[in-house]
């Protein structure tokens, strides 16, 4: 299976950590912003302004610049105590570009001001929207502006999304070194069902289990502190979720730091 390609395989991932979740989640919003943001229909176009007001939701009830800085000095001193460990054998050009992009961000991080999100709250349109995203009917306002040419309706969240990429190239980098962490293992679920321990003195962050797109079952990962278990799931023709009974190949990976 280490041979497939990225568009024949499903790659499903549990957060082992609530920080890791919540970078995950944020991941996935921008994503979706980023990639419906520049569509004609007005319908697809919304769902990115829809998915930049739970974006700024969440982001206006935590510090996810405080959050970002500690996960990534976490990271630093993880790969200068590799650098510096006289037996590590390690590709030092990688390494010293990792360094580089963690010190890089820091200061970007660290320079940025904490009211950041006051242009969001001062933007009527913005608020409009945000105000008025779960009701069932936007005003006219919102229709206004979804009547607009796509060159205008993609400016404009450019302009929302522009000074929160710091946020984007922090996560995508952190997500980066989580996931290229962990081994790739050929494993067997007998009858669908996978339990392996653990060591417990390792940081597991995110575990991540591949299979082939065309499979009909997908795992349902549990990950508490001392095993894994992983049990494959399909549906029946009532689509009720039912435990998967034949012996499943798949690839784990534990990413850990």
């Known amino acids: 299976m280490n041979s497939l390609s990225d568009n024949q395989v499903s790659i499903y991932e549990e957060p082992v950590q609530e920080k890791i979740r919540k970078f995950i989640k944020l991941e996935s919003l921008l994503n979706k912003i980023n990639y419906f943001k520049g569509k004609e229909n007005k319908t697809e176009n919304y769902i990115s302004v829809l ?10 009830r935590g510090d996810i610049k405080s959050e970002l800085i500690r996960e990534i000095e976490n990271q630093y001193i993880y790969f200068k105590k590799i650098k510096e460990a006289p037996e590590a054998k390690v590709d030092e050009n990688k390494l010293n570009s990792v360094l580089e992009k ?32 779960f009701t069932q009917l936007q005003p006219s306002s919102v229709d206004f502006w979804l009547s607009r040419d796509i060159l205008i309706r993609e400016t404009q969240i450019d302009l929302w999304l522009e000074p929160l990429q710091f946020i984007k190239r922090s996560i995508d980098f952190i997500l980066e ?42 795992p349902q990962i549990s990950v508490g502190k001392q095993r894994l278990t992983i049990m494959f799931m399909t549906k029946d023709d009532k689509n009720n ?15 850990s730091l």
């Open 241 to 255: 979720l039912v435990p998967y009974q034949e012996d499943v190949t798949f690839i784990l990976s534990t990413c």
């Open 51 to 60: 998915a930049l007001t739970e974006l700024y939701e969440i982001l206006s």
């Open 102 to 133: 963690q010190s890089m961000l820091l200061q970007l991080l660290h320079g940025l001001e904490s009211n950041y999100l006051d242009y969001l709250e001062h933007d009527i349109l913005f608020k409009t929207i945000l105000k008025n995203s």
């Open 177 to 218: 070194v989580i996931r290229k962490s962990g081994r790739f293992e050929d494993k067997m679920a007998e009858k669908g069902f996978f339990i392996e321990r653990h060591n417990t003195q390792r940081n597991i962050l995110l575990i991540r289990v591949t299979l082939t797109s065309d499979l009909y079952y997908y």
